[in-house]
């Protein structure tokens, strides 16, 4: 095997819990990884790190694909789950990995410190790189290429020789047989590694009544073959005695012993490779709820689940088949159409990269120009929809942003000021929540707040305050309380294409994913009215989830969409504004 580095071990390190399935992933190490895992199973930081670092060890300077739904998340969830596993692991950056930057280069008196299967190398990847901006190097040279569905020019014209993909329920089918192209090549180098021209996919459960969702992983199982991984398996248990028995005699420093020993492990360690090599045990498929990994995440976290009653814990938790329908939504009319993926401008796909932090620049369809526009939500998450209109009456939605709680309202604003620094035309016209205009009269309301955290800058040394070129609209004063039953009606409408004086809405499917989801996870409630007849309204249960939930499982990013869009005079468009609707289900 190649090097690993070696990490001190004294009475005073800390054990490291592996969870039952991600020890089996590790013990078989298949060519084809396949796995749909519940919410918490640590797929990314246990299973998906360790078949990392094996492959840095089997394939030192072999180059392979990491591939994302979008960069952000990429660079916001997936690579911070990624450092750290690591980490836990004891890799280090700028010890054994570096990322977004060129390794360094070792003089010869230091690569003297070097082991000798290294000195050739040590950071040297196999391929050439024309540059390291969303590339993570090993100390082996095995360099990962980060790409994303939402920059697919990324990942064009290059060879490579395994991908790794999470979340890849997000990914449709046509574009994972297209990148399936770019395994190709190096087979005199690595043609022997078994995971050579290998997938390893991870998601949690599709539901494919929601739109972007796909189940094309559900299909690989038919290509596993279980007596083959049970022969792998069964290799990896013997073998993993054969080393146990040779630490046990090279601890009693019994040379004799310890030689037959390591005979062993090698005769067995390549019976485990060919096994792994072989089409019956090169494809492992599994599914599992987060149960796997219930001693890390205790008891009481699946209680509080299941007690909180919100309608994700089959799927999410349980990785139970959805049996949802889609006509229970709440945007009913909402389609496939309706979102656009061509949202980032292909030039600035390598200007940004994984170390770095992107700008409106990276927005095709955002004119710099002119005004924009935003709906805010408050609460304990923060919601921020970012839109402008276009010619031939259309209306498209730029970006999405959000902080959760104890971040707030500066936070908020700052990282708008950041994302929107390069924008010409400094005017952002606002529509929120009516109880932004809670206490405007005393002058201390949210929305007030949030227009002088964007137009006003305070040093935290000195407490001056700084006048910034950003001028906030402030679109809602006075505005009363949308029904959620009008709210039906109006997306029905606007979604529907019913009232052409209202613009055709086109949202950003990657840089507004959070607001995605939420339109087409929010779900229909009846309410009887007190004339016996039912009203529609929208279920908010799922605000009730853990904060850390809210972005991607709640209806509160929806709400930042409703303030955007229905704005007075739009509302007026929409002739049917009955307080109390009779039952519209049929709608």
């Not at 980490?87 to 690569?111: D, L, M, N, T, W």
């Not at 096994?275 to 599914?287: E, P, Q, V």
């Not at 932090?357 to 005004?371: H, T, V």
């Amino acid at each position: 095997m190649a090097w690993r580095p070696k990490i001190k071990k004294t009475v005073d390190t800390a054990i490291a819990y592996m969870n039952w399935l991600a020890q089996m992933a590790l013990m078989i190490l298949p060519k084809f990884l396949y796995m749909v895992l519940g919410r918490g199973s640590a797929k990314t930081t246990e299973i998906v790190v360790e078949r990392l670092i094996a492959m840095a060890e089997d394939m030192p300077g072999a180059p392979i694909v990491w591939v994302s739904d979008t960069y952000s998340n990429l660079q916001k969830n997936v690579l911070p789950s990624v450092l750290e596993g690591l980490e836990r692991k004891g890799y280090r950056e700028g010890i054994h990995y570096v990322i977004g930057k060129q390794p360094p280069e070792f003089s010869e008196a230091e690569k003297e410190d070097l082991p000798s299967e290294l000195r050739e190398h040590f950071w040297k990847p196999y391929n050439r790189l024309v540059t390291y901006k969303h590339t993570m190097i090993w100390y082996t040279g095995l360099n990962v290429t980060f790409g994303s569905l939402d920059r697919p020019a990324s990942l064009a014209g290059r060879s490579y020789v395994h991908v790794i993909g999470d979340e890849v329920k997000y990914f449709p089918e046509h574009k994972i047989a297209n990148l399936m192209k770019a395994l190709r090549g190096y087979i005199i180098k690595y043609g022997k590694s078994p995971f050579y021209l290998g997938h390893t996919f991870t998601t949690d459960m599709p539901n494919t009544a929601n739109i972007g969702e796909y189940d094309w992983i559900l299909k690989q199982v038919n290509k596993m073959r279980k007596w083959g991984i049970l022969r792998v398996l069964k290799a990896a248990f013997v073998l993993n005695e054969a080393i146990q028995e040779r630490i046990y005699y090279q601890q009693r420093n019994d040379l004799e012993e310890t030689a037959k020993k390591l005979r062993t492990e090698e005769r067995w360690r390549e019976r485990w490779r060919m096994a792994r090599m072989h089409k019956d045990g090169s494809t492992l498929f599994f599914i599992a709820s987060s149960l796997v990994n219930v001693d890390i995440l205790t008891p009481n976290w699946f209680a509080d689940a299941v007690a909180s009653d919100l309608g994700d814990v089959d799927t999410a938790i349980l990785s139970l088949k959805p049996s949802l329908e889609s006509g229970d939504r709440f945007y009913a009319n909402i389609a496939d159409f309706h979102f656009y993926k061509d949202g980032l401008d292909p030039k600035w796909h390598d200007r940004f990269g994984i170390a770095d932090i992107a700008d409106c620049r990276e927005l095709k369809y955002l004119n710099r120009k002119r005004a924009i526009e935003g709906g805010l939500d408050f609460g304990n998450m923060m919601s921020l929809t970012i839109g402008q209109p276009k010619p031939n009456n259309e209306y498209r939605v730029l970006k999405f942003m959000h902080v959760l709680s104890p971040k707030h309202i500066v936070h908020l604003a700052a990282e708008f000021r950041e994302y929107f620094d390069t924008q010409e035309e400094k005017v952002l016209n606002l529509y929120y929540d009516r109880a932004g205009n809670n206490q405007k009269d005393a002058g201390v309301d949210q929305a007030t707040a949030f227009k002088n955290a964007i137009e006003w800058v305070t040093n935290e040394k000195t407490k001056t305050r700084t006048r910034t070129k950003w001028k906030v609209n402030l679109l809602s004063r006075n505005q009363g309380i949308i029904p959620q039953q009008e709210e039906y009606i109006f997306m029905q409408t606007i979604f529907g294409g019913y009232n052409k004086k209202l613009p055709k809405i086109f949202i950003d499917m990657y840089q507004c994913k959070p607001l995605k989801a939420s339109l087409e996870l929010a779900r229909t409630k009846i309410k009887p009215t007190k004339t016996g007849g039912k009203m529609i309204t929208k279920n908010k249960t799922s605000e009730s989830l853990p904060i850390h939930r809210l972005p991607m499982e709640s209806t509160n990013p929806s709400d930042s969409f409703k303030y955007l869009m229905m704005r007075r005079e739009w509302r007026a468009l929409v002739k049917s504004k009955a307080t109390n609707i009779e039952d519209t289900s049929s709608v």
